[in-house]
């Protein structure tokens, strides 16, 4: 089988890359870098890797993603199975840039698939993050419901992907499976200039707002409930369990599974892992003095997320006689020794 794949390049690219060169017949990577550029990538990665790769020159966010025509058409008759990785993952406030990346790129993508005279599956990398501002109860595998607002311009971007994929699906009749990870991590050693996961994300994140914020040195507390959790699963299981869920399924139609950890973080535990990385006191509670306010309010997609208490269902998963692996756990030691490997590759 030809299989594609956008975003090999970013985290769980990277991974997915490996996964699939393990046992597809050819696997043809969409990115903006040259074929000498991409193939230093992936061997500093996992040396070897890029010698299973051909690597297409292109831009999703561009009409034909950068092609010309032809090579456009050409490419739609040759692959089997599309899997869109490439987004903007990025905590940034660029509204435009962000919805360009991940609902535009998503556009021309789907483009991509009815092109030619094919018709290729779509395996479609979204988030549990299209749940929004929903902060309690269980989000089902398929759930899909903007009601609760969003808390930045990335969630909304992802979860209006979602709707396009829905609308694509059905009115071409394609295959899809829309794939939804929680927060990705690594604890595994990396190599400089390797792409960054949400733990050093935030912590990065965290850095501005401090840089902003000088004030803030002397402690940062994050408003939440006691109760809250976060989702943290190791990013080589969830781009296993991705492969694995989409081969054994084995059914045409639209399918959504959640890839999250069956046991979610304190988010307590989360925040003074952050701030012991940062060097200041940092805990769950509430803004006591105006510095402390004035964060808040300049950053809500970092702080809105210490009142959730949703997990995710797995039954998607358990359909197909699968289950996310127990260990290791994103507990305290785990989220230490994710900021660390990033630390000593920088």
Known sequence: ???AITGATGFLGLHLAAELAKTEERLIVLAR??????????????PGLSERITVIRSDVAQPLLGLEEAQFRRLADEIDELWHSAGDTSLATDAPKVRRVNVRG?????DLLTAGERRPALRHISTVAVAGRRAHGCVGDGDLDDSHGFNN?????KYDAELLVHEWAAEHG?????????GLATDRPG???RPRHIVESV????AFVLANHPGLRGGLPFPASPQAITNIIPVEHAAALMVAYVRRLGSAGVHSCNIAAASPTPFAD???????HLGIPAWVGDARTPEQEAAHADFPGIFGHGRFTRTYSLASLASVGLSVPDEPRADVDYMRATLAIGTAVR
């Open 153 to 157: 311009t990335y969630e909304r971007a």
């Open 203 to 206: 912590a990065d994140a965290l």
């Open 174 to 182: 394609h295959e899809a499976t829309i794939l939804r990870p929680s």
């Open 33 to 46: 870098r040259t074929q000498e550029q991409a193939a230093e990538e992936f061997d500093r990665f996992s």
């Open 191 to 193: 190599y400089p200039g």
């Open 106 to 110: 998503t556009r021309h993508v789907l």
């Open 270 to 276: 989360f925040v003074a892992v952050l701030g012991e």
């Open 1 to 3: 089988m030809t299989v």
